[in-house]
């Protein structure tokens, strides 16, 4: 094996470029370097200018033109957006009261459809109230899943996040959020709701602003900030 002319830095033995030493694929052709370490998400802060990968959405310098953490071919351009601090317990209420009312009229439409009514929980002991609402409870989880893992899988935040310039994303790198993940992180909202909504208001309560299911997902929700 070559030796490495440079300091913490490896050389491609296809295009002879330097790469970090994190790098497992060449960031100038896209070739697999022999004996790279496993790559390391890099730094948050550093963020601007830089490429997400389409494959593993890892960040990349601006100038690369491969992922070194997978070989993918990267955009032409810097493809992260600005983002800006945490956003606050106020600012995600919105938000999540806005995709509530959206959700609420998605799942009356879906479920007249259906033909699921609206069970009377007055009229009803809750043992059998709760019994005959179990469909319709049902397709609620089922419609909010859903659409929480296609919207942030695809634009990185629910209608309500991306209308008051919010998006959910990975925490360690800031990268996209992917579907599983975002799948996920909807099915555990519900420990954040369960205990009291105490999951939610943890938003409110610490500087990281983030609530239990964030940790737990290793997400977090962030300001875009104009450029």
Known sequence: MSER???????????????PEIAKFCNRCGAELSGAAAAAPAS???AVGRKICPGCHRFNAAAAAYCADCGVALPAHASVPLFGGPAGFWHRTAAFVLDAVLLALVVYFVAERLDLPEVDYERLPLKEALRRDLPRNLLTGAITSIYAMIMVGTW???????????????HADGG????????GRSLAEVLSLL???LGYLWVGLTPAKRAWHDYLCDTRVVRVRPE
Do not use: Q
């Open 156 to 170: 990185g935040g629910t209608a309500g996040k991306l209308l008051l310039g919010l998006r959910v994303v990975r």
């Open 5 to 19: 002319p440079v300091a913490g830095r490896v050389p491609c033995l296809k295009c002879s470029g330097l790469n």
């Open 44 to 46: 948050v802060g550093n």
């Open 176 to 183: 996209k959020v992917p579907y599983g993940l975002a799948l």
């Open 195 to 197: 205990p009291l909504g």
